[in-house]
Every structure is written in structure tokens, then in C-alpha cells.
């Protein structure tokens, strides 16, 4: 008689904030466009399947604490599922036949399989339909990073039911098919994900630069300025600008050397450094993105206006550069400082942030009277998240799939 068990596990896993920015690699259109239209382009880019989500450079990120934001995913098999594969997202069916998801479903089965033939003891979980329950604690598909976080729970809860060994330097491997940012989500603190140079991609992968240990003075203020939708997928964005921008050439050539530099001020701790690093990486990512024809325009007036005020108070500070903001493909401020500053740098923005929902005020108020900056961040930012560097995903026996297999609350 089959095996009527319910097999479960549950994780919960970080959003992730660059602050040196990967693009993808273009895609098979684009590569035959670059055949036809110029060689030494399609030489650089076309020898990586663009199936493998290879990234055109190597980038670094901080990892969130999951305090503040987190993806919680359940992963189950059973032989008692109709099947297909199916995955319910915050209440919603969410399709799992994306070529993406099935890169990923197909290389953990197979992870899986290689253990069941090695060990004819173990129950044929890699032949079982999946069902997998997820929810974010933040807006979904808004420009906060929840592919990053939903792809590596996503992985790591399946690791975890298939009790893969594989650490999670290798489940990256796999991550980066689903999302490409995720695969530095299956790790905690300062996390790099090297672009490699094998055609097979098997070198591009997640590694941990430093632990949240080493700083875990890091904090992050997040300025959510839109929660909508997004109009243009970052990876369609992302792919056009590697197409046809020429300033990308450019960036491509000095990334290598920034990382550098980056993990160096990571090591040592160098907030001005840091700062500047990040904040130079950010503005040429979007001016690479403006030079896209047609051209991508991700940030917005109070994106600019939140620029402004960092670069003000770190020009009038006393003790030099003590923030650092950053954008992905979306409008959000992402602002780093360390708790060093953190007088200086939430007193900048208490008054102009007092009622935000999310904001916790240091007490300070407002000073003297607004600029325009300052009345264009109190207009337009809806909400504020005030988070810290955080460890990896983390195995929690809190399920979201009951023991008869159907869909349940958290229970806590
Ligand atoms: P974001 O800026 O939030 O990363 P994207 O549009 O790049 O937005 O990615 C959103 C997509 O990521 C969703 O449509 C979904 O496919 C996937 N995703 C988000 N959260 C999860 C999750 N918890 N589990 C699985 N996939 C997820």
C-alpha cells in the first residue's frame, strides 16, 4: 500500500538589498540579435546558456533581518495529492509552470533521487506531487525584494523536505534559476554572488563575505515610496539595458574592481567607504538603465528628494559620509548607516518621517523649517521599515500545510 504520510517542512527566508547591482544576461533573442549585428557582443555574452540566469557580473548584498521582513514557506509531498505541483501564495494559486520553477523543482527532484538510489531505505519523496503554502509580510512583486526572499524559501523548504546535504552555497546553484537575487538570500550578512566563469555556470554562486557578526552595527531605513505593482519586470528591464546600453559596457569593466573594494571595507568596516561604493553603484546601475533604448527610468522625484537628503547630511555632518541610499528596479529608498550614526541619520529624517506608519522616532523632531526635499518625502512616501543586517533562512516547525495536507494559519 502507498505511504499516506503528509511530509512537511518550513523555513523562513530574508530579503536581500544589493549594493553593488547585478543585471542578467540577454536572452536567447537578444543573443541572436547580437550574432547578426555585432560579433564581439555576442562573443562576450553568448557563450552562458541565458536558461542558466547567469548574471553579466558579480554583485554584494546585505541581508535583512527577518524581524522586520520575511517570506514563511511550507513545502509537503504525499502520495495522497492529486497532484499537479501547485503552490498557493498569500491565499492565491500561484503557477509552478514557469520555466523558472521548473528549473528549480527539477534539480532539487533530482538532488533527491540521487539520495533514494544511493540509500533504497528512504521513501520516494522525489516522485511525490509537491503542494507548498507561502506567505510575504510585505508587498509581493513591489519592488521590495520578495523574489528574492520567495525563491529561497521556496528552495530551502524543499531542501529541507528532501533532507538534501548540500550546503547552502550549492543550493544557490539553484536558487539563481527561480530568482537570480535569491541565491544570496540562502545566506546571512554580507553575501557576494561571484559570476563565475564556467560555460555551465556551476562557479556562479552565493558566498558569505562577512557574517552578520562581524558589523552588526549595519542598519537599514527603507522609504517605501510605491507599493504598487511593478509596470516593467526587472528582468525584462534588466536584459534590455545589458542589450543596448553602451554606458553597460563601461560598468561591466569597473564592477570587478568595485567588488573588490567593497569587500575590503566590508572586512574593514569602513562605513565611508562603503558608502561611497554604494552609493556610485547605484546611480550608474540607473544611469545605465536611462541609457536603454527605450530608456528605463526607475526612481522617482521623491527617489531624488531621498538622495538629496543623504547627500546633504553627509556633506554638513561632522563625522563625513554616515548614510548610504540605494535603489533597485523601483522608486524605494533603501538608506544604510550604522548605529554610530544613527542619531545623526534618524534625527535628519524625524519630523519630515513623524507618522509614517513603520517610523519610530528618535525623539529629536525637526529642527528648523522643511526644504522642498523634505516636503516631497512627507508627500510621498506611504510607509517606512526600519530593519538591521539579519542572518539566513532559518528551519521553523511552524507549518503552514496541516497533517491532512491542506492549507493552515501560522500558529504564531
Ligand atoms: P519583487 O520586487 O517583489 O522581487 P518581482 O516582480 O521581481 O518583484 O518578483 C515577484 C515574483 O516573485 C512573484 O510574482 C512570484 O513569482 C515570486 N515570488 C514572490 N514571493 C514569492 C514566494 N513567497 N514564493 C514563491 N515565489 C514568490
Redesign the pocket.
Known sequence: MADPKIYRASTTAPVNIAVIKYSRSPSFAQLIHYRDTDCQTYRYWGKRDPRLNLPTNSSLSVTLSQRDLR???TASCSSTYAGPDS?L??GAD?SLE?P??IACLKSLRSLRAELEANNTSLPTLSTLPLR?V???NF?????????????A??IRAIANLYELPQPPEDLSLIARQ??G?ACRSLLGGYVAWDVGHADDGSDSKARIVASKEHWPEMRALILVVSAE??AV???AGMQATVATSELFKARVQVVPGRMKEMEDAIKRKDFAKFARLTMKDSNNFHACCLDTEPPIRYTNDVSWAAMQVVEDMNKTSSEGDVAAYTF???PNAVIYYTTDNRSVVEGRFDGVLTGKEGWVSSGNGLKREPNHADETLRNGISRVIMTSVGDGPVNIQDHLINEKGEASESTT
Open positions: 517570506t514563511h514557506t503552490l501564495l498569500n500561484q514557469t523558472r520553477s507548498i507561502s506567505k510575504n508587498p509581493t512583486a513591489a519592488g521590495l525584494a520578495s523574489s528574492a526572499a520567495g525563491f524559501a521556496l527561480g530568482s537575487s505593482k511593478k519586470s526587472s528582468t533597485d528596479a523601483g
